[in-house]
Nanobody, 126 residues
């Protein structure tokens, strides 16, 4: 049974930083990618960043490129999202997700992900 448990959300002022973590269990992840998505009130879930577990190839949404960094610790089966220079428009519930298996590219569509965490709230406000 795959489990994804996010942590690290909270409230921060504009320009601040947060690091999200996602502890994954229940599978060997070498054939998968993992990603971060977010959903603000009244909006659709949107792609933030993703990483192929084997090899570490990454992909970012244009809106976060240069500010957010996705990484993973393969020994701990943990996914991270370092978020710097946060803006009010980054406010959302952030979800980590596990892709369908045997990925060749780094997927960015929600339909390409089979498992989701429960989400963690990030609020950026002065």
């Amino acid at each position: 049974q795959v489990q994804l448990v996010e942590s690290g959300g909270g409230s921060v002022q504009p320009g601040g930083s947060l690091r999200l973590s996602c502890a994954a269990s229940g599978r060997t992840f070498s054939s998968y990618a993992m990603g971060w998505f977010r959903q603000a009130p009244g909006k659709e879930r949107e792609f933030v960043a993703a990483i192929r577990w084997s090899g570490g190839i990454t992909l970012y949404a244009d809106s976060v490129k240069g500010r957010f960094t996705i990484s993973r610790d393969t020994a701990k089966n943990t996914l991270y999202l370092q978020m710097n220079s946060l803006k009010p428009e980054d406010t959302a519930v952030y979800y980590c997700a596990l892709s369908q298996p045997y990925v060749v590219t780094v997927p960015k569509a929600p339909r390409e992900y089979d498992y989701w965490g429960q989400g963690t709230q990030v609020t950026v406000s002065s």
